[in-house]
Every structure is written in structure tokens, then in C-alpha cells.
């Protein structure tokens, strides 16, 4: 098994990721070549704005994979959602129609950037006490939490999952950013790696100076479970 991918948005023509699908097949093919196998592809749902159900999610799965075995990539796709968080997320988790991380119990959280950590974290505790197990995506983007690693302990210590763009540990988005990253991953806080890719261009789906990144900086054992250990244990069940 190659690198698995847990956040990305290469469905065609769902939200601001892919818009069609030449470009999802440039996408994949930049995917395998990087040495993901699978990636769990999690269109955006902001409720009210953007958003697909469970349901076609799967059928364009099936669509993607159909024309990346004709054109030979070789990648399997697995079902999720980043999902904007709001106090009424419930029903369409309990009934199905969102898609959860590949029909576990995890779910792909996103907040706006700029919002308070005691939103945040009473956010998380009302997904904890439904049954769910949030992985927050690209903490690194939150103010109140960048630079503040105690905020991500916490959350954690909760019983989140972390998950970190590959970009963001390659340092494409500055000292801060991958200066904090560098600290989470010196503590072993992050749990999932992302490439939180869009397009075939500026966030292509990549992973290769993430890799050596963490190889360099981590443990072979903590290397390997933030690569593909983990979400394979955890995700691809």
C-alpha cells in the first residue's frame, strides 16, 4: 500500500475542487505518481450553499474509477465529506446522507478560520457525545490555534483526530505555519496527513516533499502510521 490521502476534492464538478473530468484524471494521475493508492475523497457540504449525498458520492466514485482503470491509474477512492460545521448536522449524519469517512464513525470537520476555540471545542463535544469521532481538518488554518499547541492537546485529549495538510508540513505556507506543524509533529499530536488538493495546477494532489519532511523530522514508526498505518487501521476498515 502506498500513501493514503484523507482530504481531498478531486470529484468533478461538485464544489470548488475539480471542475471537470479531465481535470479529476490529471488530478489522480499526479496522486499515483506521488505514490498515493487511495484516497478518501471529501467534497465540501456547507448547509444551504454546497453539498452531495452519500448516495452520489458512491455513483461518482464508480464513474472516476471506471475512467481511471481505462486510462491505467491505478487509485481507489473511498467516500467521505468535509463538512462545515454547524449545530444542525445531525439528522443528515444519522439518516445517511452525509458521508462520513468511508462509512465509519469519523467525520471531517472544517470551521471558519477566524472562529474561537471554545466554539470550536464545544463543536467537537457535541460530535463526541453523538457517537462520532471528529478529525479536524488543517488545524493549522484556525488562528486560535496556530501557535497554540496546548489548544490542540486539548481537543485531542478529547478524543479528536489531527489532520495536517501535505503542504502545509512541506512549508509551501510559510515559516509559522510549518514552524507549528514541526512542534504538533515533535509531540506526535497530528494523526492524518491531507493533500487537500483542488485542481491539477496550485494545490495538486502531492505528497512527495511532505514525505521526505516527515521521514527526515519523525520516527520510522510515527512516520509510518502518519503516512498510510493509521488510516488504514482506522479509515479503509
Known amino acids: 500500500m502506498g500513501y493514503i490521502d484523507i482530504h481531498c476534492h478531486v470529484l468533478p464538478g461538485i464544489d ?11 488530478m489522480l494521475k499526479t496522486a499515483a505518481d506521488e505514490g498515493i493508492s487511495d484516497m478518501i475523497v471529501t467534497p465540501h457540504y456547507k448547509q444551504g450553499r454546497v453539498g452531495i449525498s452519500r448516495k452520489d458520492i458512491g455513483e461518482l466514485i464508480a464513474e472516476v474509477e471506471k475512467y481511471a482503470a481505462l486510462s491505467g491509474i491505478k487509485i481507489k477512492l473511498h467516500p467521505g465529506t468535509e463538512i462545515y460545521y454547524n449545530s444542525s448536522l445531525e439528522e443528515k449524519l444519522e439518516n445517511g446522507w452525509l458521508s462520513k469517512m468511508n462509512d465509519t464513525e469519523y467525520v471531517l470537520v472544517e470551521f471558519s478560520p477566524m472562529e474561537t476555540f471554545p466554539y470550536i471545542r464545544n463543536a467537537l463535544d457535541d460530535l463526541l457525545s453523538l457517537g462520532y469521532h471528529p478529525i479536524i481538518a488543517h488545524v493549522e488554518r484556525y488562528a486560535c490555534m496556530l501557535g497554540n499547541v496546548e489548544n490542540v492537546r486539548i481537543v485531542r485529549d478529547m478524543g ?10 512541506a512549508g509551501d505556507y510559510g515559516f509559522k505555519v510549518k514552524h507549528f506543524i514541526k512542534k504538533m509533529l515533535k509531540e506526535q499530536l497530528v494523526d492524518f496527513i491531507g493533500t487537500d488538493a483542488h485542481d491539477r495546477k496550485k494545490r495538486k494532489p502531492e505528497m512527495g516533499k511532505c514525505v521526505e519532511t516527515i521521514r527526515k523530522q519523525c520516527d520510522q514508526d510515527y512516520a509510518e502510521e502518519l503516512l498510510f498505518a493509521r488510516a488504514k487501521r482506522e479509515l479503509l476498515i
Do not use: F, W
Not at 479528536?160 to 508540513?169: E, H, P
Open 160 to 169: 479528536c483526530r489531527i489532520q495536517v495538510n501535505a503542504g502545509s508540513v
Open 16 to 26: 470548488d475542487g475539480s471542475k471537470d473530468m479531465d481535470e479529476t484524471m490529471d
